[in-house]
């Protein structure tokens, strides 16, 4: 290896065929654009509508400026590569990514656990469930949420920042992760791994062991429900969290178990593509499509709603 620093690293780009370059940026916009459009909608309705002000659309509305934060730090980059067609980014900008993407991405498996504890306290205890989620225990969780989410981002960014790079400098992957980063380090990554790997355990495996505990209590409650209409209006209300459960943590822990010298394939890429650009356009629209009450909100504050 050239063992002469580097200023800015190479993306290996989203996408491999540059007969369809205009194609990739129109899909890429129009998921930008309606992740942007739908995600502030939930932020906004569940604000100016009183029948949102519950803690189940208090954590939606997290979840909605989490995945605006997780998809902005990523895709205008990557719309900006694909127009100008030079896949490059300064260290600076490398390392700005690293810490936004990584905060959106642990903060958001962190909220999808609290959201979990949630559905199960409004099915296992319905009648104190607003006593035990008041807007104190909501904010303190949120709050808890972000200041992990915040601090595991920056240790693990600034360790990255300490790091030699040198030539080569070709990322293997359309966007800065650690992963793929770390494999470039002319000098030790023992310590990144290390922390890399805690938070895997920690905050990934962590967060989804205890996802699949909350659901199991919670299938214990739905079946001693009488009658299957009760069963089935518990458990609808779980699905939608379970459905971006499972597409949001799958996705992540597919990614970051892998050792980070491991290089990236084409179908990591696509696994990438999945939780950067799909999972935070889906997320609002999982949601909604199902959702009566977010229905009737958009109706009530469109100025030409229907009469």
Not at 51 to 72: E, K, R
Not at 182 to 190: I, K, V
Not at 299 to 304: A, V
């Amino acid at each position: 290896w050239n063992h002469t620093k580097v200023s800015e690293f190479i993306l290996e780009g989203a996408f491999d065929n540059p007969h369809l370059q205009g194609l990739y940026i129109a899909i890429s916009l129009c998921l930008y654009l309606t992740a942007i459009l739908s995600n502030s909608f939930v932020i906004i309705v569940t604000i100016v509508y009183p029948p949102l002000h519950t803690p189940m659309y208090f954590f939606m509305s997290n979840l909605a400026i989490l995945d605006l934060v997780g998809i902005s730090s990523v895709v205008p980059k990557m719309l900006e590569n694909l127009i100008v067609g030079k896949n490059t980014i300064s260290f600076e900008g490398c390392v700005e990514q690293i810490y936004t993407f990584t905060f959106s991405g642990s903060t958001e498996l962190m909220l999808l656990t609290v959201m979990s504890y949630d559905r199960y306290l409004a099915i296992h205890q319905p009648l104190h469930y607003m006593t035990m989620m008041s807007k104190g225990t909501c904010t303190s969780l949120m709050a808890g949420v972000w200041a992990i989410g915040t601090i595991n981002s920056l240790i693990n960014t600034l360790l990255v920042a300490q790091l030699d790079f040198c030539v080569p400098n070709l990322v293997q992957n359309f966007l800065c992760e650690i992963p793929p980063v770390l494999a470039l380090s002319c000098s030790s990554t023992y310590l990144s791994e290390i922390t890399v790997y805690m938070a895997d355990i920690i905050l990934g495996m962590g967060s989804f062991l205890l996802v699949i505990l909350s659901y199991c209590l919670i299938i214990t409650t739905v079946l001693k429900i009488q009658g299957s209409a009760g069963k089935w209006k518990a458990f609808s209300t779980c699905s939608s969290h379970l459905a971006i459960v499972g597409l949001f943590c799958s996705t992540i822990i597919y990614t970051y178990i892998q050792l980070p010298s491991t290089p990236l394939k084409k179908k990591n890429r696509t696994v990438s593509i999945m939780y950067t650009l799909v999972t935070p356009t889906l997320n609002p629209l999982i949601y909604s499509l199902h959702n009566k009450v977010i229905k009737a909100a958009f109706w009530k504050i469109l100025p030409f709603r229907k009469t």
